[in-house]
């Protein structure tokens, strides 16, 4: 038997162009004779669709593909991802099913069981949870059919659920197991997979077909990854990440064992590589094509721009170089040489006119203070109102350069620098910046060596460096990480070995501006613990304030 992974990227609504790229893997699957061909979990609609799901319509043509491929499923059997109407009059509306299609009818549907409802997930939202398990028989084999999540039980350090989806359908001696996935990219996602699927095989001693889809849907990015798995563990082949394209497996091969399989991708290459994804698809599937961003000279600006180039093509990204009084000559000669090294078109727009008109205005009502807080945001609002004038006149799409660790204690200015459509880097802390500008610059050198080495600084006044306000980013990264991804408390933290007056310094400039990151684009994931959908707090809280 022959068995056909189609890692996809798909289109959250899209019905046709989602039908037509499974249509085009089937005919291409047929000409490798192959038996089955898996596609992800609701393929059909593209994951996550979230509260379109509410409506009927939405409900209605996803059954219409359906529909067309089961007429397609004459000489090779199709395992797809779609929901499906919930016949009872209690419980949820809609079920998250694989079907399996064959000889031109429904032969089986398998519902999803287990519901992630935490961190980025809310399918109990919409979901009612299986109660019925079973397999289906196709030539000659008895074929376990689970979709994502009901793999997730084993393996896993934390395990939310009671029961194994697997456990029940054992007993009924399937001798394959298809998984259909959406399972979003983060940096520690990739081996606490591997290791699911391992444990998974090795509770079960049967070969194992994941499919996973590939692509970005707004801040979540997929990595694919799809994997095949034999009965004794060894992992057989795990089909490439952040690319799409299938693979036809033979599976007396895989049951055999024998494989060349390596992994050799590093956790930068793959950050580097699905914020590309995030940014390429969120253009793309929007139909947007062209970027604007402000280049500072500093690096997280130089960082966005060269992905944003590696993402969407030099000719469609600009850049705008807004100087200020505050400027210091090297921040224009760096983001020139960045822009040019890049080959993008950039312009020179001194700030110094606006900003003198806007404190000429508010002369009087500021008459008596000093220069402060109030000055510094005019010179961040005014950028911002330049490069959305560029943005609103030419049809681009403003990228905010912020990064984790300014995002997470509100170190930027609302409607200012914390502008923009997309966030590429609102998940990666600067430390990380630094590594990533590192890995871009492995082949030559884009963004200048002494944006790398210069002290980070916002130029808002005079000889201003970020750590006037902030402490030295080495330090601030590591509490912010036990604080956001492991949710530690300040006494927990403190008992780690860091001060008890910075601790509880940072931690109340995460929460108390909370209400900025509300208001801010959203943010490529690529962290178990992103800001966005996946991190909900309240603005009107105490707690650490």
Not at 14 to 41: P, R, V, W, Y
Not at 83 to 99: H, Q, V
């Given at each position: 038997?022959?068995?056909?992974l189609?890692q996809?990227?798909?289109t959250?609504g899209h019905?046709e162009?989602?039908?037509q ?5 089937i005919e ?6 192959s038996d089955?061909?898996c596609?992800a979990?609701l393929?059909?609609?593209g ?10 319509d939405?409900?209605?043509r996803a059954?219409l593909s359906?529909e ?6 004459n000489g090779?059997?199709i ?11 209690e419980?949820?509306d809609?079920f998250?099913?694989a079907y399996?299609l064959?000889e031109?009818k429904?032969?089986?549907v398998q519902?999803?069981?287990?519901l992630?409802t935490y961190?980025v ?6 979901f009612?949870p299986?109660?019925d ?5 196709y030539?000659?084999?008895?074929i376990a059919?689970t979709?994502c ?6 393996g896993n350090e934390?395990?939310?659920y009671?029961i194994?989806?697997m456990d029940?359908m054992v ?9 259909l996935s959406?399972?979003p990219?983060?940096y ?6 591997m ?7 090795n509770?079960y ?7 996973n889809?590939v692509?970005g849907h ?10 095949v798995?034999?009965p004794d563990g060894?992992?057989f082949?795990e089909m490439d990440y ?5 693979k ?11 494989t ?12 580097h590589d ?7 698809d969120y253009?793309g599937?929007?139909?947007?094509t062209r970027?604007v961003?402000g ?12 992905l944003?180039v ?8 600009r850049?705008?170089l807004?100087p200020?009084?505050f400027?210091?000559?090297h921040s ?14 950039y312009?020179?727009?001194?700030i110094?006119k606006v ?10 009502s500021?008459?008596g203070?000093?220069f402060?807080?109030?000055e510094?945001?005019l010179q961040?609002?005014t950028r911002?109102?330049?490069l959305?004038a560029i943005?609103?006149?030419?049809g681009h799409i ?7 660790s300014e995002m997470a204690?509100g170190?930027?200015t609302l409607?200012?620098?914390l502008?923009g459509g997309?966030?590429?880097?609102g ?6 910046v630094?590594?990533l500008a590192?890995?871009?610059n492995?082949?030559?050198?884009i963004?200048?060596?002494n ?6 600084s916002a130029e808002?006044?005079?000889n201003?460096?970020d750590?006037?306000s ?6 601030l990264d590591?509490?912010?990480k ?6 530690l408390?300040?006494?927990e933290i ?7 007056a910075?601790?509880k310094?940072i931690?109340?400039l995460?929460?108390?501006n909370?209400?900025k990151?509300?208001?801010?684009a959203?943010?490529l ?9 996946g ?9 650490l304030a």
């Amino acid at each position: 038997m022959k068995i056909t992974l189609a890692q996809l990227n798909y289109t959250i609504g899209h019905f046709e162009g989602n039908l037509q790229k499974m249509m085009e893997a089937i005919e291409q699957a047929k000409t490798e004779k192959s038996d089955i061909i898996c596609f992800a979990e609701l393929a059909t609609c593209g994951y996550p669709p979230r509260d379109f799901l509410e409506f009927r319509d939405f409900i209605r043509r996803a059954n219409l593909s359906i529909e067309a491929l089961t007429k397609a499923a004459n000489g090779i059997a199709i395992v797809v991802g779609s929901p499906t109407i919930n016949p009872d009059i209690e419980g949820k509306d809609l079920f998250n099913s694989a079907y399996f299609l064959a000889e031109g009818k429904i032969q089986f549907v398998q519902h999803k069981t287990l519901l992630p409802t935490y961190d980025v997930f809310d399918e109990y939202r919409y979901f009612e949870p299986n109660k019925d398990f079973g397999i289906v028989e196709y030539k000659g084999h008895k074929i376990a059919l689970t979709v994502c999540e009901d793999l997730w039980n084993l393996g896993n350090e934390n395990p939310l659920y009671t029961i194994c989806p697997m456990d029940e359908m054992v007993r009924l001696q399937p001798d394959l197991m298809i998984n259909l996935s959406a399972s979003p990219f983060d940096y520690d996602q990739v081996s606490k997979r591997m290791k699911v699927l391992k444990e998974n095989v090795n509770r079960y001693g049967l070969p194992l077909f994941y499919v996973n889809q590939v692509g970005g849907h707004t801040e979540l990015i997929f990595d694919g990854g799809s994997t095949v798995i034999s009965p004794d563990g060894t992992v057989f082949d795990e089909m490439d990440y952040f690319r799409e394209y299938h693979k036809t497996y033979d599976l007396d091969e895989v049951l055999s064992g024998k494989t060349d399989y390596k992994n050799a991708s590093s956790k930068m290459e793959r950050i580097h590589d699905a914020l590309i994804l995030g940014v390429r698809d969120y253009f793309g599937k929007q139909g947007l094509t062209r970027a604007v961003l402000g280049l500072s000279g500093g690096l997280d600006s130089a960082l966005t721009a060269a992905l944003a180039v590696e993402a969407l093509g030099k000719e469609n990204v600009r850049g705008l170089l807004m100087p200020s009084p505050f400027s210091s000559g090297h921040s224009v000669d760096d983001a020139v040489a960045l822009a040019e090294n890049l080959g993008i078109q950039y312009d020179i727009i001194s700030i110094e006119k606006v900003y003198n008109s806007y404190l000429e205005t508010m002369e009087t009502s500021f008459e008596g203070k000093p220069f402060g807080i109030a000055e510094e945001n005019l010179q961040a609002r005014t950028r911002g109102n330049l490069l959305m004038a560029i943005s609103n006149k030419f049809g681009h799409i403003l990228l905010n350069t912020t990064n984790k660790s300014e995002m997470a204690v509100g170190y930027g200015t609302l409607y200012g620098d914390l502008a923009g459509g997309l966030s590429v880097l609102g998940d990666v802390y600067k430390t990380e910046v630094y590594e990533l500008a590192y890995y871009v610059n492995r082949e030559r050198e884009i963004i200048p060596k002494n944006t790398l080495t210069k002290p980070p600084s916002a130029e808002l006044r005079p000889n201003q460096k970020d750590s006037d306000s902030l402490p030295e980013y080495a330090v601030l990264d590591k509490v912010l990480k036990e604080y956001i991804e492991n949710r530690l408390g300040p006494q927990e933290i403190i008992g780690l070995g860091y001060d008890d007056a910075l601790v509880k310094r940072i931690l109340k400039l995460v929460n108390t501006n909370e209400f900025k990151r509300y208001q801010t684009a959203p943010v490529l994931r690529v962290s178990p613990k992103a800001f966005g959908s996946g991190r909900r707090l309240p603005i009107s809280a105490r707690y650490l304030a």
